[in-house]
């Protein structure tokens, strides 16, 4: 049927409908409400019932993240769907004998993994969260629950057992309409379901939503990924792929919580404006323990504090280094060449060449990371030394006799001579300080003029003292990760992936060995110098080689006008990837010639603030504070691109921060500008373009790049 409006005349039995939903909705807040509220009574009074120290704080983190997860916002619906399954003894609908949620009788757990148990005639409203009565009984079953799938996937073709899907509208948190699909009589509304359009389109202000109540088959399957599968994503401007990355880590949560809670998760994006735009998805779905950084954050270890050629970061981002590093530190394991004595009293204990030689070889074919290997040889020899203090005394040494070989004089000066300690800044610091050892570990994988540009010209006298690059942290990292082993997680989400150099993903690598990754980007996008052409390559660097690649094409969020015009720089680009489609027919798009840019823009903004939605306004970087003073001169409050909770509706963003964010309105000033201001420029300009989920407005002085010039602009 189609949807019902309250503005609409409702007959008896229609207007009866409406109204129980909304009393569904509101049992189901306060259902909510006492759950939460008995969260912080236990939350309260934990420590008074915890066994000890330990327990009391264990148990009050369990229960503080508790009441997170419960936290309500009453502008945002508990439900957006209802499944009613058939009756077999009907052949036909979900009849009056079951409750609301079906809870009359000995039916299946809706949330068992087993869901080919028989739901017949049962009824399940399918939401953000499991919201159950003071029962136990389910008021609301979470999407990720496994019958909550037939939501998202009964079709005509394929029911699953369902009578009837019905979708909800919403309004501030007010339910205010609902349409039904019946799949048992051939009704299946598809993409042209009113309520379902009205969610995609809807305005877009503030950060990023999540988007359970639209989520399309093929975005399910990638969700649905099983947790030990690592996937990669190539998705065009506005498929959903950074919704589709985000809504498996909350599933992927669901269905293996107390394992990835251990292991962890972790969110990696392009930069802290992106991360602050997509924060609050996650905590929407109950999920408030994910962590989300930056690859510059990952890799802090040493403060950046200097800035260097563009060619000479671009190759310490080369996956070459990575070798250079590896030989540089094995450079540092030395060969015996004299045996240990060790006085203990009374006593002299001897170690000849041979078995020292065997201690250090042994360890350097155990491939350990190089601080443990130096750990394994020290024990070793102190071993070596406590047999024959066993022989001579009958008796095994204490732990105090075995701290103390293992610090005595001999054994330290043997370590240090076969194995020295090592810091990953030391590493670094040595080798760009002297040619002869750089060119040792680069020798057959660097040029030398390319090791010429490594060479610190003036090195600072220590490595504390040394002023280092972001592309000198990358490598650190690296020395790191050969050095000692790196804490990891269970599942790693990387977005904007197309921008991770080989040693940005070797560095992802590192922290995702054990665990999988959900890889998402767009080649068409990539902009860093050592953006990604092809996807096998990056996930050889990530470590999942065997990793699928699954296309996303067709978009749901921006109109077809805009795809059709940011699709005819896909040419210049250089990369294979299908062209972006769209389901969108709204929309606009108006390029036009102006004669003063600035003006142009107050007048285009204020144009676009009579609509509904946010504006963004995007230049080249140099531009972006001259358009903010323009506007504030005209009366018109912006804000960064950092600064997604503020109130102003219009943000001004620099042209390399825009990536991963949207708006409704997008106002794009001079894109000659914004790609002549860097090598790969076009695809930066793609980018820009690409932006917009209702209406785009390219404004230019400049005659626009050739690959945009011709065809209908809209």
């Known amino acids: 049927m189609p949807a019902l409006d309250l503005d609409t005349q409702l007959d008896g039995d229609l207007d009866v409908d409406l109204a129980a939903e909304r009393a569904h909705l509101t049992t189901s807040r306060a259902a909510l409400a006492r759950m939460r509220a008995r969260a912080e009574s236990l939350f309260a009074t934990g420590d008074q019932v915890a066994g000890d120290a330990y327990a009391a704080e264990t148990l009050g983190r369990t229960l503080a993240r508790r009441v997170a997860e419960l936290a309500d916002d009453p502008t945002t619906p508990l439900f957006f769907g209802r499944l009613d399954f058939a009756s077999a003894a009907d052949n036909g609908t979900a009849e009056s004998g079951t409750t609301t949620n079906g809870t009359s009788g000995a039916a299946s757990d809706p949330t068992a993994p087993d869901v080919s148990g028989d739901h017949d005639g049962r009824r399940y409203h399918v939401g953000r969260r499991h919201v159950t009565d003071e029962r136990g009984e389910p008021l609301v079953l979470d999407w990720r629950a496994p019958v909550s799938r037939s939501f998202y996937r009964a079709s005509v073709r394929d029911p699953q057992g369902v009578a009837v899907r019905r979708r909800f509208g919403f309004s501030n948190g007010v339910l205010t309409s609902f349409e039904d699909e019946r799949l048992d009589r051939g009704e299946e509304l598809g993409t042209t379901s009113r309520i379902l359009t009205a969610e995609i389109e809807r305005p877009r202000v503030g950060p990023m939503r999540d988007i359970v109540a639209t989520i399309q088959p093929e975005q399910d399957d990638l969700v649905r990924a099983d947790l030990a599968d690592s996937i990669c994503v190539q998705g065009a401007p506005g498929t959903g792929k950074t919704a589709v990355g985000l809504h498996r880590a909350a599933y992927l949560l669901y269905l293996h919580r107390e394992r990835l809670r251990r292991a962890g998760v972790l969110i990696v994006g392009p930069n802290r404006a992106f991360l602050s735009y997509i924060a609050a998805v996650l905590p929407a779905l109950g999920e408030v323990e994910v962590e989300q950084a930056t690859v510059e954050e990952l890799i802090s270890r040493v403060p950046v504090r200097a800035v260097e050629a563009p060619a000479v970061a671009a190759l310490k981002h080369d996956a070459r280094m990575a070798s250079v590093l590896r030989r540089a530190v094995q450079a540092q394991i030395g060969t015996p060449t004299e045996s240990i ?220 006008a805009v795809v059709a015009f940011a699709n005819r720089l896909l040419p210049a680009l250089a990369v294979d990837v299908p062209p972006a489609e769209s389901l969108r027919r709204d929309g606009g798009l108006d390029v036009r010639t102006v004669t003063d840019l600035t003006s142009a823009t107050v007048a285009e903004v204020r144009a676009a603030l009579a609509h509904d939605g946010s504006v963004g306004v995007i230049a080249a970087d140099d531009a972006v504070d001259g358009l903010r003073a323009a506007l504030a001169e005209a009366g018109v409050e912006t804000a960064t691109a950092d600064d997604v909770a503020a109130a102003e509706r219009v943000t001004v963003v620099p042209a390399t921060l825009v990536k991963g964010l949207e708006y409704d309105h997008v106002v794009v000033v001079e894109p000659a500008a914004i790609v002549a201001a860097e090598p790969r420029g076009l695809h930066r300009l793609y980018v820009v373009l690409t932006r917009a989920v209702s209406r785009l407005a390219v404004l230019h002085v400049a005659p626009l790049p050739a690959p945009l010039v011709g065809g209908s602009a809209g």
């Open 341 to 560: 004595t060790v006085s203990d009293g009374s006593f002299r204990w001897r170690i000849g060449l041979e078995p020292l030689h065997r201690i250090v070889e042994e360890t350097r074919r155990e491939g350990l990371p190089y601080g443990t290997g130096r750990e394994r040889v020290q024990a070793r020899v102190v071993s070596l030394l406590q047999r024959q203090a066993e022989a001579r005394r009958a008796e095994s040494p204490s732990d105090a006799w075995l701290r103390r070989m293992s610090r005595c004089r001999p054994v330290l000066d043997f370590l240090d001579a076969v194995w020295p300690a090592l810091t990953p800044e030391g590493l670094l610091h040595g080798l760009f300080s002297d040619p002869g050892r750089l060119a040792a570990a680069a020798d057959g994988l660097l040029s030398d003029v390319e090791q010429a540009q490594l060479v610190w010209a003036k090195p600072a006298r220590t490595p504390k003292a040394t002023r280092w690059t972001a592309a000198d942290a990358v490598l650190i990292d690296e020395a790191t990760g050969l050095l000692e082993r790196l804490s990891g997680f269970g599942h790693v989400v990387v977005d904007e992936a197309q921008d991770l150099s080989p040693m940005q993903c070797r560095a992802i690598a590192r922290r995702s060995e054990h665990g999988s990754i959900t890889l998402l980007g767009d080649l068409a996008q990539g902009t860093a110098p050592w953006a990604a052409r092809d996807w096998k390559e990056s996930l050889a660097h990530l470590g999942k080689p065997n990793a699928v690649v699954v296309p996303l094409t067709v978009g749901f969020r921006v109109p077809a």
